[in-house]
Nanobody
């Protein structure tokens, strides 16, 4: 099982980025997929939940990204996406993709991708 994030980078305030999470070793459509972020100075245990994708009809966004971020998936490519618009400096963080089985028995993390939003 492997998750590989990409798409991070430096962007200006109000800009956009699209993050990708390529999954291998399992069909992500059978898992609960999430994006988390770890802001500067925070520990791993303090990662914030950004969005949970249980199915196309069951998505939960954190309040601080509602209306700005959109999650989507491509089952054929086994890839999850996070479209981030209207980015703010407080969105600066390392963004992580997470996959878990629906019974919480197994949890997998990617290595993260850095997003920096300049003011």
């Amino acid at each position: 099982v492997q998750l590989v994030e990409s798409g991070g980078g430096l962007v200006q305030f109000g800009g956009s980025l699209r993050l990708s999470c390529a999954a291998s070793g399992f069909p992500f459509s059978n898992y609960v997929m999430s994006w988390y972020r770890q802001t500067p100075g925070k520990e791993r245990e303090e990662r914030e939940l950004v969005v949970v994708f249980r199915s196309a009809d069951d998505i939960t966004y954190a309040d601080f990204v509602k209306g700005r971020f959109t999650i989507s998936g491509d089952s054929a490519k086994n890839t999850l996406f996070l479209q981030m618009n209207n980015l703010k400096p407080e969105d600066t963080a390392v963004y992580y993709c997470r996959a878990r089985t629906r019974d919480f028995e197994n949890i997998y993390w990617g290595q993260g991708t850095q997003v920096v939003v300049a003011s």
